[in-house]
């Protein structure tokens, strides 16, 4: 039994003891509104609630992050090395000879983010997905944690406790410097991008990190994919800003999507002339296919047997949504148990959880997308159930409502706890949580600040 829930009480009595510390919540309601925690141009929704962790679930957290984060990195090799083990996957013929580029830098798996359904009570977790290069939600954190820092509420917590926060952006900016000098084609006084189609990203994060580079001496620009131009051997932007490293956050699918617009990028990365951080090998990591291979006897072959049994206990069953893979009678009768996921899609794009519809709904749904009916592969996977806490629910008109009528109730959501990881480090957690089934922004998220309680970290 972690510490976590008695912390959460704790600080949800303060809060009635303050009845309801209104002020508080409209002054972090306020500075949110006019933060940069902006996600795909629309204000994060947040939690004044925060999720408070003790020291038992920061180590649970580390081993799962950090064990994940080697046992991906294995499977990464060994696709890069063995071409027997990659027939085991299902990949675009262009996607798998991208993926096959060399990095030319010593970091197989830089930034990834393992989002996991954690039971808090017994410390045993499941996975939701992986993450690669696309992850986000760093700014959201910073951002949330400051806007908390001095309510009345987080000031009386902190008489009986200590707080630490994480640190998501030094650690990541060294990280990739390091990486960067390990570049066979490194250059001196190198000019970083971070990279990614704009209408897709998390554009006020990536300003803040731009911040951060310029910080330790290193000029740092947002670009899109489709702006990049490869003449003369040198990647540049449009307006002609030379490129030596990209962070990239534009997911691969993105990059397929817009394939002809994207040459310069892949031209130039597979010339060597810039340090695509991370690779597009990445994607192994990000399609949710790895899930089932992490089953498959040839991955078994070349894992510990203390991986095995990691894999066994945290990986959720996951086939492909076919005849071939599985009984598609079973998933049509058993819909609370299942979900089923795209094998290569972000923000909760066609996801479909049982529970959440009636069984006329759920074999409709299993019809529209098995043995490739919709012209992509999809997956069924089993469904876990998330952890529930306590939240005080987002109320829209704060700043205009009358206090008196400014809920004071709280409600329990289902968290989704999303482990960072730069290099094989752990360095936080994403704290997401959501009233329904599906924890996602369409179906009525907020986002958490993560705050570490008596760590001595």
């Known amino acids: 039994m ?74 990464m090799r060994h696709y890069l090395d063995d071409a027997d083990y990659r027939q085991i996957f299902k990949y ?24 996991i359904f954690l039971n808090e009570d017994d410390l045993t977790s499941g996975f939701c997905e992986l993450n690669a290069d696309g992850s986000s939600g760093m700014n959201e954190d910073r951002e949330l944690n400051i806007s908390l820092a001095n309510s009345k509420t987080m000031r009386e917590f902190k008489k009986n406790h200590t707080m630490q926060t994480s640190d998501l952006f030094y650690p990541w900016v060294d990280e990739f410097i390091r990486i960067y000098n390990t570049f066979e084609n490194r250059v001196e006084h190198p000019t970083f991008a971070i990279v990614d189609f704009m209408e897709n990203a998390v554009v006020d994060e990536f300003k803040v990190y731009c911040t951060y ?9 947002v670009a899109d994919v489709r702006d990049l131009v490869f003449e003369d051997g040198v990647l540049r932007t449009k307006s002609g800003r030379r490129v030596d490293a990209i962070w990239r956050r534009s997911v691969t699918n993105d990059i397929l999507n817009h394939w002809d617009e994207s040459q310069p990028l892949i031209e130039a990365t597979r010339a060597g002339a810039v340090a695509l951080i991370g690779s597009f090998a990445g994607h192994i990591v990000h399609d949710k296919q790895i899930f089932d291979a992490l089953f498959h006897p040839k991955t078994r072959a070349f894992l510990t047997q203390e991986e095995c049994d990691f894999v066994d206990a945290h990986v959720p069953q996951t086939k492909f949504l076919d005849d071939a893979h599985i009984n598609l009678d079973e998933v049509r009768a058993n819909k609370d148990s299942w979900i089923i996921k795209p094998t290569d899609q972000y923000g909760a794009a066609d996801v479909y959880a049982g529970q959440m519809h009636t069984q006329e709904e759920w074999e409709a ?20 159930t998330p952890y529930e806490t306590d939240v005080l629910p987002i109320v829209p008109d704060m700043l205009e409502r009358d206090a008196a009528d400014i809920p004071r109730q709280l409600r329990p959501y289902k968290n989704l706890n999303g482990l960072y990881v730069f290099n094989g480090t752990f360095a936080g957690v994403f704290s ?24 001595d970290l």
């Open 365 to 384: 749904i299993v019809s529209k997308f098995a043995n490739g009916a919709a012209g992509a592969p999809f997956l069924v996977q089993t469904y876990l």
């Open 92 to 115: 675009d013929e262009r996607l798998a000879d991208l993926i096959m580029i060399p990095q030319r830098y010593d970091a197989l798996l830089p930034f990834a983010r393992f989002d």
């Open 213 to 221: 580079f310029a910080q330790r001496g290193y000029p740092c620009i």
């Open 432 to 455: 997401r949580l959501g009233p329904n089934a599906i924890i996602s922004n369409p179906m009525g998220d907020l986002t958490s600040a993560t705050i570490w309680v008596d760590c």
């Open 2 to 75: 972690t510490l976590n829930k008695q912390y959460t009480n704790e600080f949800t009595r303060i809060i009635e003891q303050l009845d309801g510390d209104i002020d508080s919540r409209r002054a972090a309601f306020a500075y949110m509104e006019n933060s940069t925690a902006i996600v795909h141009y629309e204000l994060a929704e947040s939690s004044f609630v925060p999720r408070l962790f003790d020291r038992a679930t920061y180590d649970e957290m580390k081993h799962v992050a950090e064990t994940t984060h080697t046992i991906c990195e294995k499977v």
